[in-house]
C-alpha cells in the first residue's frame, strides 16, 4: 500500500492528505521515521521535503503538487482537477497563485516563530501580505462563482496556506488582515464547508497547538 510521508502541521501535506480523502484513496498518512533536515533524511530524500509519496515499488515521489497531479493521473475516479479547459487553468492559477505569491510573503512569519532570534520589519511585511490578499480577492471576484463553483486542486492548495495567514499575522497584530475583502472572506467559508477540508484545517490548528505547547 502506498504511503503518505508528512507532517500534520505543514500546508504542504495537508493540502495533498484533503485531495486523498476526497478521491476517497487506500494511502496511509505516516511521520517520517528520519528527522528532517539531517544527513541521514538527506541521503534517504535528496530534495529534503516533505510530503513524500512511497510508491508500491519503492520510489519516492516528492513536492506537493506533483504528487496531486501524479494521484489524478493514476487515480482519474472522484476527480478534483476540472475536464473544462478554462475551469482547470483558473485552478492551476488559484494553485500557482499559493506558490509563488502568499506562502513568500508568509514566510518571515514562519521564520520567526521558528528561530526567536530571526528580526523583520513587521509593518513592511503586513503590507505584503495585505496586498497579496487584494490581488487574491479581486481574482476571485472576477473568476469564481461559488454558486456554480465544484471544489477544485486550486481550491485544496490555497485552502491549507490561506489558513495560516492569520495564525502567522496575527501573532504580531490585532488588525484583521482580510478585513473588506469579501470575495476572499467569502470563498474561506465555503471552502470550509467541506469536510475533508476542514478535516484538514483542524488537523494543522491542532499541530500547532501542540507546538506552542511544547514551545511555552
Given at each position: 500500500?502506498?504511503?503518505?510521508i508528512?507532517?500534520?502541521?505543514?500546508?504542504?501535506?495537508?493540502?495533498?492528505?484533503i485531495?486523498i480523502?476526497?478521491k476517497?484513496l487506500?494511502?496511509?498518512?505516516?511521520?517520517?521515521?528520519l528527522?528532517?533536515?539531517?544527513?541521514e533524511?538527506?541521503a534517504a530524500?535528496?530534495?529534503?521535503?516533505?510530503?513524500?509519496?512511497?510508491l508500491?515499488?519503492g520510489?519516492y515521489?516528492?513536492?506537493?503538487?506533483?504528487?496531486?497531479?501524479?494521484?489524478?493521473?493514476?487515480?482519474?475516479?472522484h476527480?478534483?482537477?476540472?475536464n473544462?479547459?478554462?475551469?482547470a487553468?483558473?485552478?492551476?492559477v488559484?494553485?500557482?497563485f499559493?506558490?509563488?505569491?502568499l506562502?513568500?510573503?508568509?514566510?518571515p512569519y514562519?521564520?520567526a516563530?521558528?528561530l526567536?532570534?530571526?528580526?523583520?520589519d513587521?509593518?513592511?511585511?503586513y503590507?505584503?501580505?495585505r496586498?497579496?490578499?487584494e490581488?487574491?480577492d479581486?481574482?476571485?471576484?472576477?473568476?469564481?462563482v461559488?454558486?456554480n463553483?465544484?471544489?477544485?486542486?486550486?481550491?485544496?492548495?490555497l485552502?491549507?496556506?490561506f489558513w495560516?495567514?492569520?495564525?502567522?499575522v496575527?501573532?504580531?497584530?490585532?488588525?484583521?488582515i482580510t478585513?473588506?475583502?469579501d470575495?476572499l472572506?467569502?470563498w474561506?467559508?465555503w471552502?470550509?464547508?467541506?469536510?475533508?477540508v476542514?478535516?484538514g484545517?483542524?488537523?494543522m490548528?491542532?499541530?500547532?497547538a501542540?507546538?506552542?505547547s511544547?514551545?511555552?
Open positions: 500500500m502506498m504511503q503518505l508528512n507532517l500534520n502541521h505543514s500546508p504542504y501535506a495537508t493540502r495533498v492528505r485531495l480523502r476526497k476517497k487506500e494511502i496511509d498518512m505516516v511521520a517520517p521515521t528527522a528532517l533536515k539531517t544527513p533524511f538527506m530524500y535528496p530534495l529534503g521535503k516533505i510530503p513524500l509519496l512511497a508500491d515499488d520510489q515521489l516528492p513536492e506537493s503538487i506533483a504528487i496531486m497531479e501524479y494521484l489524478e493521473d493514476a487515480f482519474p475516479e476527480a478534483c482537477r476540472p473544462e479547459p478554462l475551469a487553468a483558473k485552478s492551476r488559484m494553485a500557482s499559493t506558490d509563488t505569491h506562502a513568500p510573503a508568509l514566510l514562519f521564520k516563530m521558528m526567536p532570534e530571526f528580526t523583520f513587521k509593518n513592511a511585511q503590507d505584503v501580505v496586498t497579496a490578499l490581488k487574491l479581486q481574482w476571485l471576484k472576477a473568476n469564481i461559488l454558486e463553483h465544484a471544489l477544485t486542486m486550486g481550491d485544496i492548495v485552502a491549507p496556506t495560516w495567514v492569520d495564525v502567522t496575527g501573532l504580531h497584530t490585532k488588525n484583521d478585513e473588506g475583502f470575495s472572506n467569502q474561506w467559508d471552502v470550509r464547508s467541506d469536510a475533508d476542514q478535516r484545517i483542524n488537523e490548528a491542532s499541530a500547532f501542540a507546538f506552542q511544547q514551545r511555552s
